[in-house]
């Protein structure tokens, strides 16, 4: 059994279960299952529920006892007792059947519609009697007020026969090319009747006259819905006296109130596939509907999906036990599936231990198609030792392969491979190993696969420690979390940073690489490197940050692309030239001592000028020295400071390079006053003028 949760809806596959290959002769069969637990212990709600090849129709009889099916190949019918849970009969037709009817209670009544223009009664003991019909037919329907059988096809007129008197009547003409469903209406006995042009046609039985013609095909087509073709009427389906379900070829279900045109709803499928079949549950208001690829719950009223059953078989038509939770699925298979979901209903009564059941199951994976046997290519057999195999009774040929017998196949690979259980047992020792070691301290280590990656990700942590970082939300980090432990392991993650696109996309590696040369370059100004026998200590880690802003980041991008370029033309012209200063051998640890009159800079300075700038105000004047700032305290409580600002390297330059300039300027000019005439005395000037 099987158990599937689409939507939230537990469904259970009770058809799922070890199968045997269709080759196998019958002995064999019946040795596996005396010998084989497994399939002793499949659940078989329905002992031989399959058919030969395939199986195209099933109903279940009004009493609820016996469930009809018809298959082929040869074309058959085959009733199952569910009061015995075993097949009761089987009887072989003459040309396959394409749609039957149950006339009475049980299997003692019952009309077959042939693809050959026939049609078989049959009564308990067998065939009762056969004719044929003007046109093929494609559907019949039973009108029991009037024993009339109506049967639909490949003509314009629905062909009518009365089982009392035992002849044919005048049938019901119409105006379209085919018919390829019919329905009665169980209360009030309408009959309709849709067509390969896309609509529907109600008629009276009583007084053989048609009532209305709906139009499908127009109404199917709407903003929600994929219209590819003519929707042709496949399937037709009553829930009570009105409403009334269509589907169509396009993959479109309308449900109709019969006494309006316009639907009530309109629900696609969106596989564009013909509905074969359609199934009101009552209990909760759901729609059961069907194509080949998938069978939909969904709700009446508003079209939400309920759940859905997907097998990987196309599906043919779809039998529901009334008022319970369980389906029964005719395939393009042997196998019948058989599906029950609590949800819908309690189990019926003839199988009603899978309600305690379905209680205790899990989730189970879903099994292998054949366990006993192993399916192998040629180079499987050619590694194993076993392709002198191929032709003996040892070998089965499939598609582009061969199956073995599993037991075979463990032999042929323990001999292969003969440590191969030997390094699965040192693999496991080393985890044990690794696992007993968690408590002790541990040392940053970076990985052996995507070092670059995981370098950025440690960095990255760290700068989170700061205040600002401490306000926003948390994020996981990828190299504690399970899911991308392979990331940093398998070595077909790792990341190939010559790739151009790589470059292009992500210009991590170049700000890595960058960060590098600098800090190599501070080594080689301010150190010496000191030449020891014996490698002791451990090297600093050594902190980087990593905000990167806008700004930044697209400064990086044109620095990628121009990188690229340059590499691709130092590629053309093969003048490829490595800068082996900057190199740093990390085979060995390598130390350094301070040069003769340098002045020790420590790399991480700029994490404490930006420590620095953090701090307040007051911290700062304090740190200084007390001659860049004077405090005077007034006697009211005031206080005053004044106070000299650090002028950058680069505004100090400024300043020096203007002041030389304008003595330079002073000491050139040359004074102009010989050159301006002598003043006039103002005084002078006034006296006159009085």
């Not at 001999?415 to 007993?436: H, L, M, V, W």
């Not at 060995?588 to 040069?595: A, D, T, V």
């Not at 203007?658 to 000019?669: F, L, P, S």
Request: a positive charge; one cysteine or more; hydrophobic letters at 30%.
């Amino acid at each position: 059994m099987q158990v599937s949760n689409p939507n939230n809806v537990k469904i259970y596959n009770l058809s799922v279960g070890k199968s045997l290959p269709e080759w196998l002769s019958d002995r064999k069969r019946r040795q596996l299952l005396k010998n084989d637990i497994d399939l002793r212990r499949r659940i078989e709600l329905i002992q031989d529920f399959d058919m030969p090849t395939v199986c195209n129709s099933m109903q279940m009889t009004p009493d609820g006892q016996y469930i009809l099916a018809t298959g082929v190949y040869k074309p058959r019918i085959r009733c199952f007792d569910t009061s015995q849970l075993s097949m009761k009969f089987e009887r072989c037709f003459d040309s396959e059947v394409v749609k039957f009817h149950v006339l009475s209670e049980d299997y003692s009544k019952i009309i077959f519609l042939q693809n050959d223009r026939h049609v078989e009664f049959h009564a308990k003991y067998g065939r009762y009697f056969r004719l044929r019909i003007p046109k093929f037919g494609r559907d019949l329907a039973y009108h029991s007020p009037s024993c009339d059988m109506y049967f639909v096809g490949a003509s314009s007129e629905v062909y009518r026969l009365n089982l009392e008197q035992g002849r044919f009547l005048n049938p019901l003409l119409t105006d379209e090319v085919a018919f390829n469903v019919c329905a009665i209406n169980p209360v009030h006995q309408l009959f309709v009747a849709g067509s390969s042009e896309g609509r529907v046609e109600s008629w009276d039985p009583r007084t053989r006259k048609r009532v209305s013609i709906m139009d499908c095909a127009f109404n199917s087509v709407t903003d929600h819905t994929q219209v590819d073709g003519v929707p042709s009427i496949s399937s037709i389906k009553f829930k009570d006296s009105l409403i009334m379900g269509v589907g169509t070829v396009t993959g479109q279900i309308l449900l109709y109130d019969i006494r309006s045109n316009k639907p009530l709803l309109v629900k696609d499928h969106n596989y564009g596939l013909p509905i074969k079949s359609i199934h009101f549950h009552e209990s909760q208001d759901l729609v059961i509907s069907a194509d080949e690829k998938i069978v939909k719950l969904w709700n009446q009223h508003t079209g939400k999906p309920y759940t859905s059953i997907e097998p990987n078989v196309p599906i043919n038509d779809v039998c529901v036990a009334p008022k319970t939770g369980l389906l029964f699925l005719g395939m393009e298979a042997p196998k019948m599936q058989t599906y029950f979901i609590p949800s819908l209903g309690t189990a019926p009564r003839w199988c009603s231990f899978l309600d305690s059941l379905t209680e205790e199951l899990e989730e189970d994976p879903t099994p292998v198609v054949y366990d006993d046997y192993k399916f192998v290519t040629r180079k499987d057999l050619e590694n194993l030792g076993l392709s002198h195999l191929m032709g003996s009774n040892l070998l089965k040929a499939y598609m582009h392969g061969f199956f073995v017998d599993i037991r075979l196949y463990h032999k042929a690979k323990a001999i292969a491979n003969p440590f191969a259980y030997e390094d699965y047992r040192k693999k496991k020792i080393q985890q044990k190993i690794d696992e007993t070691r968690t408590n002790r301290v541990k040392i940053h280590k970076l990985p052996q696969v995507n070092k670059d990656l995981a370098q950025k990700l440690i960095n990255k942590e760290e700068d989170s420690k700061d205040k600002k970082q401490k306000k926003k939300k948390a994020l996981p980090n990828l190299m504690q979390d399970d899911r991308f432990a392979a990331m940093f392991k398998n070595p077909d993650f790792q990341v190939d940073t010559e790739n151009e696109q790589y470059k292009l996309l992500n210009p991590l590696l170049a700000k890595i690489e960058k960060q590098k040369q600098k800090k190599a370059t501070m080594l080689t100004e301010h150190f010496e490197e000191v030449e020891i026998e014996e490698e002791e200590g451990r090297p600093s880690d050594e902190e980087s940050s990593s905000d990167d802003d806008d700004r930044e980041w697209r400064e990086e991008m044109r620095e990628t692309h121009k990188r690229i370029r340059d590499e691709q033309r130092m590629k053309r012209r093969a003048e490829m030239l490595e800068d082996k200063t900057t190199a740093i051998d990390t085979t060995k640890p390598k130390f350094y001592e301070l040069k003769p009159g340098e002045e020790f800079k420590s790399i991480k300075d700029h994490t404490k000028r930006r420590k620095h700038t953090k701090t307040s105000f007051g911290e700062r004047l304090q740190s200084q020295d007390s001659a860049d700032f004077t405090t005077i305290r007034r006697s009211i409580g005031s206080k005053e400071i004044s106070f000299k600002l650090k002028k950058s390297e680069r505004d100090r330059a400024k300043e020096d390079a203007a002041r030389q300039h304008r003595d330079e300027r002073q000491r050139v000019g040359r004074s102009a006053n010989k050159l301006l005439k002598k003043q006039r005395n103002p005084d002078k000037v006034w006296r006159k003028r009085k």
